[in-house]
């Protein structure tokens, strides 16, 4: 079966350090741009963070450059979201999607993605 | 930066009912639209990619169609099961709309 598991998350005190991992299954990770995806409590869905299939390349949302680090180990067919200096404004649900590989330069459709793993950010 | 604006936010409808739900890109985008479908307490599922290409096991009741800046999801008939709310997604930079909140009448 193709999945995604996710794990992580949990609360956490403004500036702190918080690390998500997504564990990959039923498919070659290696053939995949993986992203993150996450939505605030009641909110829509905001595109985090993308890498390409061997790592080389990251892309972030404005909001996250600096804080937010995402990587990826073929080797156990992993994806991990390092966030640093934690908002208040970080506070939802993060979701690890595999991207469809239509081809599209700059980004795609998401085909598997995650259960979620819920990060709040409060003092 | 392109916006991706959907509409209604939210419709009421009946099991059976024929619906349309509609986004709009502030600029052309070609073909390039993802539909997905997000139950209360569940990830996003991929219902249609390339703004009418059916995804694997989606009932044949869901069709998308639409280029350029005007798109629609259309659920020929209503089933239980498809109360939930509805997204479109740009492929760049993986832009969202906002969503629409499929409810029962």
């Known amino acids: 079966e193709v999945q995604l598991v996710q794990s992580g998350g949990g609360l956490v005190q403004p500036g702190g350090s918080l690390r998500l991992s997504c564990a990959a299954s039923g498919f070659t990770f290696s053939d995949y741009w993986m992203s993150w995806v996450r939505q605030a409590p009641g909110k829509g869905l905001e595109w985090v963070a993308n890498?390409?299939?061997?790592?080389?390349?990251?892309y972030y949302v404005d909001s996250v450059k600096g804080r937010l680090t995402m990587s990826r180990d073929n080797a156990k067919n992993s994806l991990y979201l390092q966030m640093n200096s934690l908002r208040v404004e970080d506070t939802a649900v993060y979701y690890c999607?595999?991207?469809?590989?239509?081809?599209?330069?700059?980004?795609?459709?998401?085909?598997?993605w995650g259960q979620g793993t819920m990060v709040t950010v409060s003092s | 930066d392109i916006q991706m604006t959907q509409s209604p936010s939210t419709l009421s409808a009946s099991v059976g009912d024929r619906v349309t739900i509609t986004c709009r890109a502030s600029?052309?985008?070609?073909?390039?639209l993802a539909w997905y479908q997000q139950k209360p307490g569940k990830a996003p599922k991929l219902l249609i990619y390339e703004a009418s290409t059916l995804e694997t096991g989606v009932p044949s009741r869901f069709s998308g169609s639409g280029s350029g800046t005007e798109f629609t999801l259309t659920i020929s008939s209503l089933q239980p099961d498809d109360f939930a709310t509805y997204y479109c997604q740009h492929y760049n930079r993986y832009k969202f709309g906002q969503g629409t909140k499929l409810e029962i009448k």
């Open positions: 890498i390409k299939k061997d790592g080389t390349e990251k």
């Open positions: 999607a595999r991207d469809r590989d239509s081809g599209y330069a700059g980004g795609d459709a998401l085909d598997i």
């Open positions: 600029q052309s985008i070609s073909s390039w």
